[in-house]
């Protein structure tokens, strides 16, 4: 059975923290994305990866970083979180024909 | 820019009657589509798919249809059940292995 495991299911962080988001998967993927779901804004894509040490920037970038050091393993880094920043974050690792999503992170920044 | 939209961002049917959710897209590249279904605090897990060669693919209740010419897919579920109530995303990819770009969701309630 196909897994993509995000460390935290519920985080509660202070306005300016430094925020780790751990994701890894155990299917050899290349690609992994990281999402943000906010309502009434679906799902918006923050950082990808093609590869170890690749990333890419996805459409709402601004405050956050990742790290891709192993192949399984893909990283969020919210360098100082900030109260816009609460939202459910999804991690997700793609094959050819169908990405497989982790359960969420419930983050909410006080 | 949204590449991928759900105009509908609710629905509500009746149990044992038809759901239909409606997608467009903007980009005529794409040519790979999924359905993702997602309950509260889960994270979204693949419904159906449809490559642009076909235009129907159907998987039990669970059927999507692809119009290219109109830049529009829907997903047909029948009959409606409760446990799918949920929030339905569309997707798309130019060449499969690529991005998937994905819609804003429909929340779907089935009521019994």
């Known amino acids: 059975d196909v897994k993509v495991t995000q460390s935290s299911r519920y985080l509660v962080k202070r306005t300016g923290e430094k925020v780790f988001l751990e994701c890894v998967q155990d299917m050899d993927h290349e690609n992994m994305f990281w999402y943000r779901q906010d309502p009434g804004l679906g799902l918006r894509l923050i950082y990808f990866?093609?590869?170890?040490?690749?990333?890419e920037k996805g459409d709402i970038p601004e405050g956050y970083s990742v790290s891709r050091e192993k192949k399984e393993r893909f990283s969020l880094i919210l360098e100082s979180a900030s109260t816009n920043q609460t939202s459910m974050y999804l991690c997700?690792?793609?094959?050819?024909?169908?990405?497989?999503f982790g359960q969420g992170t419930r983050l909410t920044v006080v | 820019d949204q590449q991928v939209k759900q105009n509908s961002p609710s629905l509500s049917v009746q149990e044992g009657r038809i759901s239909i959710l409606n997608c467009d897209y903007t980009n005529s590249m794409f040519d790979y589509f999924l359905w993702y279904k997602k309950y509260p605090a889960e994270g979204p897990t693949f419904l159906i798919s449809i490559s642009s060669i076909k235009d129907k693919n159907e998987d039990g209740r669970f059927t999507v249809f692809l119009n290219k010419s109109a830049k529009h897919l829907s997903l047909h579920i029948v009959p409606s059940q409760p446990g799918d109530s949920a929030v339905y995303f569309c997707a798309a990819s130019a060449n499969t292995g690529n991005q998937f770009y994905f819609g804003t969701g429909t929340s779907l309630t089935v009521i019994p």
């Open positions: 997700a690792s793609q094959g050819n024909t169908e990405a497989f």
């Open positions: 990866s093609y590869d170890v040490k690749m990333k």
